[in-house]
């Protein structure tokens, strides 16, 4: 059966990448025809063959166009399934518990949040799917519409940490538990525990395996005191937040002196563009939020190799770093953030790492 449902996982994402979506659902009716049953159709087929397209858009072997394409192509294939689902599974059988899921706000990557839905449903949860980018105020407000037993938050880019902090908080005031998942919370949840979530799982399995035996309890406080987590609301961190239109305005003017290849009108796409730069500020600006200067020295090693897929030299990201370090006069804590992650970058280009084992999402593309 392993064989078997590699062959699935490989048939799936070449019709992807290929945006054949007629031949992808196909590859999943064949899978489930077989005898897969559909959590494991989700699971071990679809959500694989996904995270396999993320790494080969790292890789650069394939290009934003065509991830997002790709991802298109799952998304129908999710959407397929959860018909199936609907019209197979449920029949008459007694919803348990309801459930809200979403995105916190800022964050668009949906798939992670859609395969926790349909597992969940799978196992007779009632599941309110909200989507993407989901503002904090409108999600209380559903809260107190709905009054679901607990809400699941998700959030795959770590640059959106303080507003899944927001939403944490907000949802517990209202008195619901609130479990996290995705990328953005760190691979053993450090950041779900240092934002006083009440749970934190890997992935939709280990989700649904937490829910079996029902919702989160309820807490009487919301979230851990403020006096065990002071950096959250640092004074530096709003500091940052003020300068920084300052800080990517000076880094692109660097990187255009520096790499004129990437100035406003190079012969070729610039090896970094401006949302590249506005999002390693943001990292930085996380890392100093959530106090862990390893989150941006993990995110700049990322960002080496993947440059270095791409031929660009290293001198541009060189130039970013710079230009950052000599508008951060007065902020201690992003200054030693920076030179550790500069240190980490220059270690790695030397000795020639790969990160490919530790590829955050990117604003334009999905894992």
């Not at 992808?24 to 397209?53: C, F, M, T």
Request: proline content about 7%; hydrophobic content about 45%.
């Amino acid at each position: 059966m392993k064989d078997d449902m590699e062959q699935y996982v490989e048939a799936l994402r070449a019709a992807a990448t290929a945006g054949d979506e007629y031949a992808a659902v196909k590859v999943a009716q064949d899978a489930h025809d077989a005898g897969v049953s559909l959590e494991r159709l989700l699971l071990d087929v679809v959500a694989v063959a996904q995270a396999r397209i993320g790494e080969e858009w790292a890789a650069n072997r394939l290009t934003v166009a065509q991830e997002h394409m790709a991802t298109a192509v799952n998304e129908g294939v999710l959407a397929v399934l959860a018909n199936t689902i609907d019209t197979t599974d449920h029949g008459s059988a007694p919803l348990k518990w309801r459930l809200c899921v979403a995105c916190v706000e800022g964050e668009w990557h949906t798939f992670p949040a859609r395969l926790l839905t349909e597992v969940l449903r799978l196992r007779g949860w009632m599941v309110d799917y909200l989507g993407a980018h989901v503002p904090t105020r409108h999600l209380i407000v559903h809260l107190h519409r709905t009054a679901p037993d607990m809400v699941a938050l998700s959030s795959s880019i770590a640059t959106r940490l303080p507003a899944a902090h927001s939403a944490i908080s907000a949802c517990q005031a209202a008195g619901t538990p609130v479990l996290v998942g995705g990328a953005a919370f760190g691979p053993d949840g450090r950041y779900a525990r240092l934002l006083g979530a009440d749970a934190w799982t890997p992935d939709a399995r280990a989700a649904a395996d937490l829910l079996d035996a029902g919702p989160l309890p309820r807490r009487h406080a919301p979230g851990l005191s403020a006096e065990r987590r002071p950096h959250l609301a640092s004074h530096e961190y709003a500091l940052f937040t003020d300068r920084k239109p300052d800080l990517v305005r000076g880094a692109l003017e660097e990187l255009s002196r520096r790499v004129p290849e990437t100035g406003p009108r190079p012969a070729e796409p610039p090896v970094l563009t401006a949302e590249d730069v506005a999002f390693t500020v943001d990292f930085l600006g996380t890392a100093v939020y959530v106090n862990d200067p390893e989150l941006f020295v993990s995110y700049t090693r990322w960002l080496a190799w993947t440059l270095t897929q791409r031929d660009a030299p290293p001198r541009a990201l060189t130039a970013v770093l710079d230009a950052l370090g000599a508008r951060l006069t007065g902020l201690p804590h992003a200054l030693d953030t920076l030179a550790r992650g500069r240190e980490a970058t220059a270690g790695s280009q030397q000795a020639g790492e790969s990160s490919e084992g530790e590829i955050p999402p990117r604003e334009d593309g999905q894992r």
